[in-house]
């Protein structure tokens, strides 16, 4: 379980499911719907007016709050992908995390080397990756909107992005979605999907074409969405 694909979802939803009357469409095998069974990572004292972020506050697990006027709680849950069919009713791998792609790496190309490593370099020249991805971001289509908030994560990211970045993603997290006026949404929004690019290909593409380059062959294929 801990290599299946891992996700954030802020909501307004105690609990994380998404409500009845969701209109989300999906796009993808990995545009995923809450499913209301993650843990509780933090909650938010949310003020926002026509889309734009008034104030926040972060609150204490376990303490009873009471609210100003103007303020709503937003959770955030971490959650990972449930079982589906179209994956042999298993799951994604996590390519944001190391471990997760270092074991891909033993059961699949290791498996390749042993039934085909005489013809490395001849007859097989490359090993073609389809559409790799990670759990695919969505933000609400309207800025009043109440949907939950999909986020690609892998367990201690939010420590790895604190020390590239110098602050917490996490205790930032509503200048990630509505607008501040100022330069704070500009910021972390740049530095969040700077960070879970990067961490794609230092983890999955870097790790994969150098498995590829030690074995005298080269890596190809195509991202998700080219």
Known sequence: REYRARYLVFTPWSGGREPENSCHKKNGRLDLTPHGGG??????????????LIDYRMIEPGKREKLKSGEEIWYLYEEEMEENAWFNNQTYMDTLNPDAVNRFLEVTYEAYKRALGDAFGREVT?????????????????????????????????????????????ERLPELLWDTGDDRSGEIRYCYHRFVGELFAETYCDKLGAWCRSHGIALTGHMKGE
Do not use: W
């Open 39 to 52: 843990k509780l990572r933090r909650r938010y004292a949310v003020s926002v007016h026509h889309g734009c």
């Open 126 to 170: 490359a090993i073609f990756t389809d559409e790799p991805q990670f759990v695919h971001k969505r933000f609400p289509e309207y800025e009043d909107s109440r949907e939950p908030v999909i986020l690609p994560y892998t367990s201690g990211m939010d420590m790895e992005f604190e020390r590239r970045f110098g602050f917490s993603f996490l």
